[in-house]
């Protein structure tokens, strides 16, 4: 059974930074694509941010693109989501997941194991 953990979120002033770690247990996930998705109250799930396997392929949403980067590290089991230039409206919690074996990148029904979310505050 896979678990996902997130951390690195918290509270930060517009134009900061946070890195936000997904550590990963109950198996290999080497084979699997992996996202970050996050969800402000009220609001839909909406995707960030994906990866492919070997993190070699990485897709963003227009929204952070430029501002954020995806990496993974397959030895540690650990996904990673760097951001920069915060905004408020990236103010959310923040989820990683795992794909599956099909389906779009950028829809949260395309994943099959998710974590508990770390919320992320970004204030002017």
């Known amino acids: 059974q896979v678990q996902l953990i997130e951390s690195g979120g918290g509270f930060v002033q517009t134009g900061g930074s946070l890195r936000l770690s997904c550590a990963a247990s109950g198996g290999s996930l080497d084979a699997y694509g992996m996202g970050w998705f996050r969800q402000a109250p009220g609001r839909e799930r909406e995707f960030v941010a994906a990866c492919s396997w070997n993190g070699d392929y990485t897709l963003y949403a227009t929204s952070v693109k430029g501002r954020f980067t995806i990496s993974r590290d397959n030895a540690k089991n650990m996904l990673y989501l760097q951001m920069d230039s915060l905004k408020p409206e990236d103010t959310a919690i923040y989820y990683c997941?795992?794909?599956?074996?099909?389906?779009?990148?950028?829809?949260?029904?395309?994943?099959?194991?998710w974590g508990q979310g770390t919320q992320v505050t970004v204030s002017s």
């Open positions: 997941a795992v794909r599956g074996l099909s389906g779009s990148y950028f829809s949260p029904t395309s994943y099959q194991y």
